[in-house]
């Protein structure tokens, strides 16, 4: 079974700074999908970022970037120029691609304040 | 286009009744999930549709819960007997086809409060 462990429930950041969220894994499968996934207080789950495993490139969605270390089982999500919008609960997920199910963290609360 | 959607936004119930929930998935979307997040937890899969048949509903916690997809497109999610711990956000999610390599994408969920 996979799981998926985000370490850092709260994490705060000032307007404009970068901030960088934790997410570890746990698998024995060689070949899968990570996702940062980002909900905030209207409960509606918007995807972020998704990385390919099998690609060695760090996927990039503009001020959205990821460090991923297969070998660690490591995913962290980079937020440059955090804004206000970006206020939300974040959560780091994991999809075998022998498997069906989205393997979500317990999610990180991030705040950006002005 | 449209994205997922749920209704109803918010459902409240006494314990012991039965109540179902619908999930709208995005046109063309063959694959559909059912996912269960309590507060101040990540979401937990219950169930996953391609086309009309459940092809995995290993997550669902007990027979209480019972989920279909008549035609492949909308999906209700069933729960008999309510219990207070099904209190929870009920969220639907569909992708295009293949759940293994496809993005999932998220409808804003059903919050159930059962009184």
């Known amino acids: 079974a996979q799981t998926v462990t985000q370490s850092q429930p709260e994490m705060s950041v000032q307007e404009a700074e970068t901030v960088t969220l934790s997410c570890t894994y746990d698998t024995s499968e060689s070949n899968y999908y990570l996702f940062w996934y980002k909900q905030p207080p209207s409960r509606q789950m918007i995807l972020v970022i998704r990385q390919e495993a099998y690609k060695q490139q760090n996927a990039t969605e503009n001020r959205f970037s990821v460090n991923f270390q297969k070998a660690a089982k490591s995913f962290s999500l980079k937020i440059s120029d955090s804004q206000l919008g970006d206020t939300a609960m974040y959560f780091c997920?994991?999809?075998?691609?022998?498997?069906?199910?989205?393997?979500f963290g317990e999610g990180t609360q991030l705040t950006v304040n002005p | 286009g449209a994205g997922v959607s749920q209704t109803p936004s918010n459902k409240v119930t006494e314990k012991g009744k039965y109540v179902e929930l619908r999930c709208d998935p995005i046109?063309?979307?063959?694959?559909l999930y059912w996912y269960r997040q309590s507060l101040g937890q990540g979401p937990e899969f219950l169930i996953y549709f391609q086309g009309t048949g459940a092809a995995d509903d290993s997550g669902l916690p007990n027979d209480r819960f019972f989920a279909v997809r008549p035609e492949g497109s909308v999906s209700t999610l069933k729960i008999q007997r309510t219990e207070r711990g099904d209190s929870a956000v009920y969220l639907c999610?569909?992708?295009?086809?293949?759940?293994?390599?496809?993005?999932?994408?998220f409808g804003p969920g059903t919050r159930l409060t059962v009184l």
């Open positions: 999610a569909s992708s295009l086809n293949d759940a293994r390599t496809d993005t999932q994408y």
């Open positions: 046109s063309g979307h063959t694959a």
């Open positions: 997920a994991f999809i075998s691609t022998s498997g069906s199910r989205l393997t």
